[in-house]
């Protein structure tokens, strides 16, 4: 059974197609980029898979099921957005998430913060947006999950901490677990890739081996994309 399957799923929004007919498959102990231009479809494909969005048709099964309640615990999600509520310092937001997530690890999240220099005391609207991130990245990461969705990990933070964040994301995921991560900045991510999927106009352009692909066309993942998707 795949981790995740997607089946001749389509999205609308007031009747425009956002996505057409996804087919799909994310096997388990994978690092897979979901990569494609800004308004790909790339998140809309996220928010169907959490369960954020309804499909106009088709099917997403997570674990042989429908997403639900019980999908919530095997997937660990990182939206593109913060979230955080501004009036809570690192430590109550820590002990909210071991309430909420019974599969939060607090003893790895502090390990992680600590990694950072970052005092479990100090207020989330004290914290810059990029250290919010960070915050929000190690959260996600301190969940033993089986499938890790990651929109737009890298965005707001400088190119000094990114190899930070990958290294965090390889280190600190189940083993056996999968992780998607959405990005169009391919070059900094494609070092740990597996697979990738290329979105474009709302459907999926390509699906394959990030070692096989560089091979068949003898250059890097970003310069492949670049050819696909050049203007």
């Known amino acids: 059974m795949e981790l995740l399957e997607c089946k001749n799923l ?28 800004n308004g790909a479809g790339k998140t809309t494909l996220i928010k169907l898979i959490n369960d954020l969005l309804t499909p106009t048709s088709g099917e997403i099964l997570i674990n042989g099921k429908n997403p639900g309640i019980l999908s919530k615990e095997i997937i660990s999600y990182l939206p593109e957005r913060t979230y955080l509520d501004k009036d809570m310092n690192i430590k109550q937001v820590l002990v909210y ?10 003893n790895k999240a502090e390990k ?10 100090t207020k989330i609207s004290k914290m810059s947006k990029g ?12 969940r033993e999950a089986q ?12 190119p000094a901490t990114r190899d930070y964040i990958l290294d965090t994301i390889l280190s600190n995921f189940n083993e056996g ?3 998607v991560i959405s990005t169009h900045l391919i070059a900094d991510i494609e070092r740990i890739l597996d697979e990738v999927i290329f979105v474009d106009n709302g459907e999926i352009r390509l699906m394959s081996s ?13 310069e492949i994309f670049r050819r696909y998707f050049k203007c």
Do not use: W
Request: hydrophobic share 40%; glycine share 6%.
């Open 97 to 106: 998430f071991e309430e909420f997530y019974s599969n939060f690890n607090s």
């Open 131 to 142: 250290m919010q991130e960070k915050l929000q990245l190690i959260l996600v990461m301190s």
């Open 112 to 121: 992680l913060l600590k990694d950072l220099n970052l005092d479990i005391n």
């Open 10 to 37: 389509c999205k609308e929004f007031d009747h425009k197609e956002i996505l057409k007919n996804i087919n799909l498959k994310i096997p388990k102990g994978k690092i897979i980029g979901l990569l494609g231009k």
């Open 177 to 179: 677990a999968s992780v």
């Open 147 to 158: 499938l890790y969705i990651l929109d737009e990990p890298l965005g707001g933070v400088d």
């Open 210 to 222: 990030a070692d096989e692909l560089r091979t068949k066309e003898k250059a890097s993942i970003d």
